[in-house]
């Protein structure tokens, strides 16, 4: 008999969820959505339990930051204007 245990992954809403021009920052959360899915199938049987907490939005500079980056790509990179 295997002891119980708990592995806990913290990750974000935005693995579930994607925005424009946020693939570089969606990709890597439901990455891990899905490792932790998985993982919680196999290690089940050896009474391994996994919990994802999915942290949602908070109060930070992350949309500036990401908008001063998207204004300093060349224009013939980027599509779309904001």
């Known amino acids: 008999m295997y002891a119980k245990t708990k592995t806990i992954n913290t990750s974000s809403t935005d693995g579930k969820v ?3 021009f946020g693939a570089w920052y969606h990709a890597p ?3 891990l959505e899905e490792f932790s899915d998985s993982l919680k199938i196999k290690t089940k049987p050896f009474g391994i339990d996994v919990i994802i907490i999915e942290i949602g939005a908070t109060n930070s500079e992350w949309a500036d930051i990401v908008l001063h980056l998207f204004r300093a790509c060349p224009r013939e990179i980027r599509k779309y204007d904001i």
């Open 18 to 20: 994607y925005t424009l």
């Open 29 to 31: 959360k439901h990455a």
